[in-house]
């Protein structure tokens, strides 16, 4: 079994890096397979904030520059957590069947604690699959439909890019954000009902019916969040995708509903030597990091409007050494955050530039360098202020 049956679970990736690795594959005498891969990774990143002083909105704004000065050494995962997958596929008459786990268990306390007891074990995927001619239905927790393809096409998945760093040097306790809030907005792993149209074609449709999210007071939901993707391959190079998403939510004390929607789209070009990409995306509830998350209405429960996108370039000369570099942004229109009538728009950029090094066919050595800020948090006028973190990082990949 190929290891890219990996990042299908993990985030549906085609890592072509990794597709020639074998997972541990057993076979029973009920035609059943049974198959266990994944990763374990770390990375040490030193990071050095400086702040504008003013510049930040109150717990849950959009800000990921913290308005502090401060430098620290950190130890942890990446963007891509380590990975622990069990999956099993079988076939009974003309359907196809198939269950996978998906453990990711992080290497880092946080906080720099002199006692470790246990890093954080979070269990991102429990679902099925049921497949035939017709197409397959994915049910149970996965990773969302709605730009699920930035993530899988992002650099810094294999790498740290931006992240949140606490005044004092408190180290992260999860996975670093890459380029999530930096350009594109997380979809997260969430319990769903799935169907995407038979693979291996040029054109593919995924629609999916998924658990509804509150969003502040309209936490009344009682219809599925719709999310939809339809991507097209053009022979060996070219590729595009375009995704959607709806929600509707009550405010059950007021008696009034709001629609979040949210919609992106993207073209990837890959060559024998360099690759380009780029995706923007538009929402309006949607937040500007996590789906849905705080920052996805402001003070006054209005649904905030977010949009952003990012640009990247890869080239590999046909070594073992992939370099890549990429900027992106985020904006969302800060329209009244902090209860006091502050508007504005606030913007999150990132410029990411890695060596990815393929040391073995299962060993991969990272060094990135990550440079994010943070504009017009708390002066959004002509002249905004401005939070910088800059981040140097070196990582080891192990892939099994």
């Known amino acids: 079994m190929r290891r890219s049956s990996l990042f299908f679970g993990l985030l549906l990736l085609g890592a072509s890096s990794l597709a020639n690795a074998q997972a541990l594959t057993m076979m029973s005498t009920n035609g059943w397979s049974f198959s266990f891969s994944g990763n374990v990774n770390i990375f040490a990143m030193y990071t050095d904030v400086s702040g504008a002083g003013g510049?930040?909105?109150?717990?849950g704004s959009p800000?990921?520059?913290?308005?502090?000065?401060?430098?620290?050494?950190?130890?942890?995962t990446g963007l891509l957590p380590a990975f622990a997958t069990f999956q099993a596929k079988g076939k009974e008459g003309n359907t196809d069947l198939g269950v996978q786990f998906g453990f990711a268990p992080q290497v880092q306390c946080g906080g720099n604690s002199h006692d470790c007891f246990g890093a954080q074990i979070d269990m991102?995927?429990?679902?099925?699959?049921?497949?035939?001619?017709?197409?397959?239905?994915?049910?149970?927790?996965?990773l969302g439909v709605y730009q699920r393809q930035n993530i899988l096409s992002d650099q810094t998945l294999f790498g740290v890019g931006g992240g949140t760093f606490a005044a004092g040097g408190s180290a992260p306790g999860g996975?670093?954000?890459?380029?999530?809030?930096?350009g594109y907005i997380y979809p997260n792993f969430v319990p769903q009902f799935t169907y995407?149209?038979?693979?291996?074609?040029?054109?593919?449709?995924?629609?999916?019916?998924?658990?509804?999210?509150?969003?502040?007071?309209?936490?009344?939901?009682?219809?599925p969040r719709l999310e939809a993707e339809f991507?097209?391959?053009?022979?060996?190079?070219?590729?595009f995708f375009a995704s959607g998403t709806a929600q509707t939510a009550k405010d059950p004390g007021a008696d009034k509903s709001k629609t979040a929607v949210g919609g992106a789209g993207g073209l990837t070009y890959k060559g024998s030597k360099f690759s380009l990409?780029?995706?923007?995306?538009?929402?309006?509830?949607?937040?500007?990091?996590?789906?849905?998350?705080?920052?996805?209405h402001d003070a006054s429960n209005d649904l905030t409007t977010s949009y952003g996108g990012f640009g990247q370039a890869t080239f590999n000369g046909g070594g073992k050494a992939t370099f890549a570099a990429s900027y992106g942004l985020?904006?969302?229109?800060?329209?009244?955050?902090?209860?006091?009538?502050?508007?504005?728009?606030?913007?999150?950029?990132?410029?990411?530039?890695?060596?990815?090094?393929?040391?073995?066919?299962?060993?991969?050595?990272?060094f990135e360098g990550d440079y994010q800020e943070a504009t017009g948090a708390g002066n959004p006028g002509p002249d905004p202020d401005s939070n910088t973190a800059f981040t140097g990082s070196f990582g080891m990949m192990l892939f099994y």
């Open 55 to 59: 510049n930040s909105f109150p717990a």
């Open 63 to 76: 800000n990921l520059v913290g308005d502090f000065d401060g430098k620290g050494l950190y130890y942890g």
């Open 124 to 142: 991102r995927q429990v679902f099925m699959t049921v497949g035939g001619s017709w197409g397959t239905i994915t049910a149970g927790k996965e």
């Open 175 to 182: 996975t670093t954000l890459g380029r999530i809030g930096f």
């Open 196 to 223: 995407t149209t038979v693979g291996g074609k040029a054109t593919s449709l995924s629609v999916g019916l998924m658990e509804p999210s509150t969003i502040g007071v309209y936490s009344e939901l009682t219809i």
């Open 231 to 239: 991507t097209y391959k053009s022979g060996k190079n070219f590729s």
């Open 277 to 296: 990409h780029g995706s923007g995306y538009y929402g309006k509830g949607v937040g500007t990091t996590l789906m849905f998350g705080s920052n996805g």
């Open 330 to 366: 985020s904006h969302i229109i800060a329209d009244d955050f902090d209860g006091a009538g502050t508007e504005g728009t606030l913007t999150n950029s990132l410029i990411s530039g890695g060596l990815y090094y393929q040391a073995t066919k299962s060993l991969k050595l990272v």
